[in-house]
């Protein structure tokens, strides 16, 4: 990505996030200098299953407030529609639907849960030392599709894991190896990296990266403040 992109940003439709309009957004990034800003709200499923995203009845007005701004702002800045999502089996046909009927340019496979084998999810689970290796294969398994193109935070699955180790570094090569196979980006998570969160950025995941593999940063934004925030850290670190 660009280093004048800003990449992963949000809407009050997410239910966990300001309430500030897309244009404020928009109008921000414009101040700060860059060239492209990418909105990847979470997205619904059909049937509203999962908590903390927009309802599937917005999804035609979350397109729609975009496009508008994509033409009004159409030689100012380049805006990108798009969506953050996890990966579910089952949904497989939908995740194409939203490729080709409602347009994206990318899907973000934010694996913030993932199908056991038994039906049950992983926030279901009890044994929450195995969430990681659950996380982990439904996020390679997205991957392997071919329907994703970069991948949120992938070391935010390590999250309940209070002191790294063995396991941790094999998780972590596959997903890598993985990405690099596919071709797949991952992402640093800006917001992540500012220890605003404990145990969500784990910097031992981005050691021993393979020569294919492609990162990208990601402010990872829920208000105008935290884009601006997270959009100068990058820029420092763009320039290093």
């Not at 084998?117 to 044994?127: A, C, I, L, Q, V």
Request: net charge negative; glycine share 4%.
């Amino acid at each position: 990505m660009e280093e004048k992109t800003i990449f992963h940003v949000h809407s009050y439709r997410c239910k966990h996030a300001s309430q500030e309009q897309e244009e404020e957004y928009i109008k921000k990034a414009i101040e700060l200098g860059a060239t492209k800003i990418v909105f990847t709200d979470h997205a619904p499923f059909p049937g509203n299953p999962f908590l903390n995203r927009m309802s599937i009845k917005e999804l035609p007005e979350y397109v729609t407030v975009l496009q508008g701004l994509k033409e009004k702002y159409a030689g100012i800045l380049e805006i990108k529609i798009d969506l953050e999502i996890e990966f579910v089996p089952t949904y497989r046909e939908y995740y194409q639907a939203l490729l080709d009927k409602w347009d994206m340019d990318i899907l973000l496979l934010g694996e913030h849960f993932s199908l056991l084998p038994d039906g049950r999810y992983t926030f279901e689970m009890s044994e929450k030392n195995l969430e990681a290796r659950a996380l982990a294969n439904g996020m390679i398994a997205g991957m392997e599709t071919g329907l994703f193109q970069v991948v949120a935070h992938p070391d935010q699955i390590f999250r309940r894991m209070k002191k790294w180790n063995a396991e941790m570094d094999a998780i972590s090569k596959e997903i890598k190896e993985c990405a690099a196979s596919t071709g797949v980006l991952l992402e640093k998570n800006i917001s992540n990296m500012l220890e605003r969160k404990k145990r969500v950025y784990r910097k031992e995941f981005w050691e021993e990266l393979p020569d294919k593999l492609q990162i990208i940063y990601g402010v990872d934004a829920h208000s105008v403040t935290e884009m601006e925030e997270n959009f100068c850290t990058q820029k420092k670190m763009s320039s290093r």
